[in-house]
């Protein structure tokens, strides 16, 4: 679901739970820079790539031209000729897979949107994936025409969500990149972030409030082998503010202190941080999740 308000630059999002998720939109100067950014290094590439293949062809005269009785005229030529229809080929796996090959390691950004600080996601809020990825990146070329993306402009310019030709067709959006993952943002405001901490019970002891604790039955991790590690294999992505987040929220919520609705919001932004698909609905579900990314991250660190 979108937001009606044409001056809008958010994108909201209801999940089935009726759980709403808020984006910030990204407009067409913020894709600029990152696309500068990113033509600016494929440009870059394929220069040095261009002078490999002068030198390989260069090479390979001359070798023709020293072996005349082993290679006709003719035979130069094919051989040439196969060297520049192999180079082109590069090229263009190059500048397509540049993007598909970032966005999957990134989970939705490339260094030009890493710079510009957005990201490429769903509609429907969730990390891409390879088949989105090829999609929204092979009608660049469309969105590219007549030239300096013209037609991609164009289509930005008039919806109100920036999305190119190419977003359309893959089904994806460019958000702005949500860094830290903050409970107000998840609770809706300050007030229901007051109203949530005024209800989250915590036992006092000593000078102030215990620490909260969750997984403390899960197995110690091992050195030769760890599968939770293997399983949240992006866990680097998640800070010290995420996990001192996730841990708060959950002992909450076991205190009856924070709605199931926060815990799923939490655990959709937090598998979307670690480019996994987001938990199966159920409060227990997003709970476990939580707990095995917080014991993830403390083994990971």
Partial sequence: MQNNDFLSEEYTIDTPENVTFGYEVVDIGSRFIATVIDTLILIAVILVLGIVTLIVLAIVSDVSAGLESLFSGQASEWITGVIAAVALIVYFGIFWGYYIFFE??????????????????????????????AIRNLVRFVDFLPTGYGIGLITMFFNKNSRRLGDFAAGTIVIRDMGEVRLDDLVGGSAALDSTR????????????????????????????????????????????????????????????????????????????????????????????????????????
């Fill in 104 to 133: 999957l390691l990134w989970n939705g950004q490339t260094p030009g949107k890493r710079v510009a600080k957005i990201r490429v996601v769903r509609t429907d809020g969730n990390p891409v994936g390879f088949l989105q990825s």
């Fill in 198 to 301: 005024n209800l989250a019970p915590r036992k006092e002891s000593g000078d102030g409030p215990a620490q909260p604790t969750i997984s403390a039955t899960m197995a110690a991790p091992t050195l030769d082998t760890d599968p939770l590690l293997a399983k949240f294999t992006n866990i680097r992505t998640i800070s010290m503010s995420d996990y001192e987040l996730i841990t708060d929220t959950v002992a909450r919520h076991n205190a009856n202190g924070v709605p199931d609705s926060v815990i799923s919001r939490l655990a959709t932004a937090i598998a979307t941080k670690l480019n996994m698909d987001a938990p199966s609905y159920g409060s227990r579900a997003n709970t476990k999740f939580l707990e095995e990314v917080a014991e993830a991250y403390r083994r990971f660190n």
